[in-house]
């Protein structure tokens, strides 16, 4: 009686670790259920990014992403090629380390307003690269989460410098033909006076 009672209890022993076993089993098959899951995810993910990504590359005007205190979240490569940097490196970095300190308090205080007011702007101003300024059109939009909480700014600009030259070049021609009416209106009253 004592060896089967013996046998019994070793079935059952056996018959319990049998079946933690197949609970283990389960539970490592539903993890590489989940971890397959979670990789396919990160390549979702990923995929996504670079779309992104190349919109983001294929932009020939200067664009950039900053925190709400100012500080570099992203930019694109347009940008990132006047500040003599890659576009990955500037992640953290303030004006300051790019511009002289003057630029970056005007910088600051800018997009401090536009963090205030919650409202895009349009602006036409100088940008400084390489030691040339030039005049930008430059857009700036508060960034928003999905709460509708102002988070950062985002930021757009582009070179107008040929749009100038335009523009003075016709403001000149227009000077030249009104001098010309007003030289002719007056050689017209001359005659008149005759």
């Not at 925190?67 to 004006?95: F, H, M, Q, W």
């Not at 307003?113 to 940008?127: C, D, K, Q, S, V």
């Amino acid at each position: 009686m004592m060896k089967q009672e013996e046998t019994l209890e070793k079935l059952l022993m056996i018959e319990k670790a049998v079946n933690e076993m197949s609970t283990l089993r389960q539970g490592i098959v539903e993890l590489k259920e989940a971890e397959a899951e979670r990789q396919k995810g990160i390549e979702a993910l990923r995929a996504s990014e670079n779309r992104y990504r190349t919109f983001l590359e294929n932009f020939p005007q200067k664009m950039f992403m900053k925190d709400k205190n100012s500080v570099y979240v992203l930019c694109n490569r347009s940008y990132a090629v006047d500040l003599k940097i890659k576009p990955e490196e500037i992640s953290g970095k303030t004006d300051y380390e790019f511009f002289s300190r003057e630029l970056a308090e005007n910088y600051a205080s800018d997009e401090k307003r536009l963090i205030a007011t919650g409202r895009p702007e349009t602006i036409e101003e100088n940008y400084v690269n390489g030691g040339q300024t030039f005049p930008v059109h430059l857009i700036r939009t508060p960034v928003r989460d999905e709460r509708g909480e102002i988070i950062g700014i985002l930021g757009i600009f582009w070179d107008i410098t040929e749009q100038k030259r335009e523009e003075e070049k016709n403001r000149m021609q227009l000077q030249e033909i009104e001098a010309r009416r007003a030289a002719e209106g007056r050689i017209a009253r001359e005659l008149l006076q005759l």
